[in-house]
């Protein structure tokens, strides 16, 4: 703990969050310092947790009058540093994860209430166990938070059918940098009254506010699926692949995913028990997974034919098709491992850029002949929600480089390839976010009146900078003393 904490703070936010809402013990406070991807590793004054809206608001309220910035956590999974505190030993961390209870599930409004601090696997089986769907799903689900997918506006595998968090959210329930609280958690379909608030804190990853429960939109759960792994010869024949599915049945297509050989090959090197569905390792790959609530469906013959189509174009050269649940989750594994399998293989520096749909495979192409060249011996890997055009485009270092050497030349390859997608009319952040790893860019490619408009939110929801100061606007950016 730094030892100029505001006299007094310490005692004030004990007495009302009590003994597991506050510490200061390093124990607690290095692991959740550092992010998942090891690249930034903060020092944080305090720890708080509380565990109701009313302490967490109070809390906020402390921290703000004796000046204390806060840091919130969900389940530390952002991929740019967006949850972690900064070096200077003057940033509380507030992390959501005992507010953690479903509130509310009704399957006739389709909503489930849930506290930010619930788990999203835990979210998904909650609605499952109602006889429902919560389809937002991602590789990092088992520790991803509501509060977390929210405040990122999270994407993930099931964004072509059912949106981002944002599509998935009806109302919201936030405490202001000033701790007062809005009472947002209406489980309406149609509430034009203003703006959109719960918009705006959606994806603003904790500048804005501090998010405290969420109305989430339900679905029915589905009857039938069906899931395939295949083979297909280049990128142009993946998005052929998944055009052919859309035009087919888009209602049935719940995920399609794109994954080159390389990809494959290291999630089947590092990760235990998974395997091959296929004959040969393949160049490229997709995974086309179907769901459907409908009763008179028959997606595994539909999914057969469709692929034997594909097959006699010249789309796909060979496919497995998941006999059973267990077969699903095996080829699941194969795409939802890779970003482990990276971090296992060594440094990598990640990508996560969109661009229009049909520019997938013109991106995939010009990336991986010019992070060859700039990096000679590194294995450019891409793969991801092509139905979006949203293809993180990962380069891992050369096999027994240096990974520090490695790391130090992050700015010249993201550049690299935001040079590329610039050109194709694209997004330098397509799903993660911005955190402290990428404001510099959000200024060069959201300049003018846009960064202006966005400085000028900020200034009037936190002006006095409490809300994660130096994450997702540039530091200097915020308004006010905290940072
Ligand atoms: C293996 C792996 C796979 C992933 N796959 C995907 C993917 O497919 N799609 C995708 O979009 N992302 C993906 N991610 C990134 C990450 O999981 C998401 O960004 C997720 O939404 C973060 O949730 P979290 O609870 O871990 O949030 P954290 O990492 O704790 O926080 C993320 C940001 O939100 C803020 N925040 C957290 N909780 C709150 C709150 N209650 N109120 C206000 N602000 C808050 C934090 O300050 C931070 O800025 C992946 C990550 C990993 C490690």
């Not at 009704?106 to 429902?132: F, H, I, R």
């Not at 749909?357 to 000679?376: F, G, Q």
Request: glycine fraction near 10%.
């Amino acid at each position: 703990m730094d030892a100029s904490l505001p006299p007094g703070l310490l005692d004030a936010l004990a007495a009302r969050l009590g003994p597991r809402g506050v510490s200061a013990d390093p124990a607690d406070l290095v692991p959740l310092s550092t992010d998942w991807r090891g690249l930034f590793r903060g020092r944080a004054a305090l720890l708080l947790r509380p565990a109701s809206t009313e302490d967490c608001a109070e809390a906020v309220r402390l921290c703000a009058e004796a000046g204390l910035a806060i840091v919130p956590q969900g389940g530390n999974t952002s991929m740019v540093g967006g949850a972690v505190p900064d070096a200077s030993g003057r940033q509380a961390i507030l992390s959501l994860v005992r507010m953690n209870r479903i509130r509310a599930l009704d399957p006739l409004d389709m909503t489930m209430v849930a506290e930010a601090g619930v788990v999203l696997k835990t979210a998904q089986e909650a609605a499952a166990s109602a006889g429902c769907l919560f389809p937002l799903s991602l590789g990092a689900e088992g520790s991803a938070t509501i509060g977390g997918v929210i405040s990122t506006n999270a994407g993930g595998n099931t964004t072509i059918r059912y949106g981002t968090a944002r599509d998935l959210l009806l109302g919201l329930e936030v405490v202001l940098a000033d701790g007062s609280v809005i009472h947002g958690l209406r489980r309406l379909r149609k509430d034009n009254t203003g703006y959109a608030l719960r918009h705006l804190f959606a994806g603003a990853e904790g500048t804005l506010g501090i998010v405290t429960a969420a109305v989430l939109r339900l679905f029915p759960a589905p009857r039938s699926e069906a899931t395939a792994f295949a083979a297909v010869p280049d990128e142009a024949a993946a998005l052929a692949l998944f055009r052919r599915f859309r035009e087919a049945d888009e209602g049935a297509l719940r995920a399609f995913e794109y994954m080159s050989g390389e990809g494959v090959g290291l999630v089947l090197r590092h990760i235990p028990g998974t395997a091959l569905p296929l004959a040969a390792p393949p160049g490229h790959a997709c995974l086309v997974d179907l769901a459907t609530s409908r009763r008179d469906a028959d997606l595994p013959a539909f999914l057969e034919a469709t692929l034997a189509e594909a097959l006699a174009a010249g789309e796909v050269t060979d496919a497995a098709i998941a006999a059973s649940a267990a077969q699903r989750a095996a080829m699941w594994r194969l795409r939802e491992e890779h970003s482990e399998a990276q971090k296992r293989e060594g440094a990598s520096v990640k990508n996560d850029v969109s661009v229009p749909v049909s520019a997938v495979p013109d991106l995939i192409r010009r990336a991986r002949e010019a992070l060859s060249a700039l990096v000679p011996g590194s294995r450019p890997v891409a793969f991801g929600h092509i139905g979006d055009g949203n293809i993180h485009l990962n380069l891992v270092q050369p096999e027994g480089a240096d990974p520090a050497a490695f790391l130090a030349r992050s700015e010249e390859i993201m550049g690299a390839v935001n040079a590329i997608v610039r050109d194709l009319g694209g997004s330098f952040s397509a799903e993660h976010g911005i955190g402290r790893l990428k404001g510099a860019m959000l200024a060069e490619w959201r300049g003018g009146a846009e960064l202006a408009a966005m400085r000028a939110i900020k200034a009037a929801l936190d002006p006095k900078g409490v809300l994660n100061p130096g994450v997702l606007l540039p530091r200097g950016d915020s308004a006010g003393a905290c940072c």
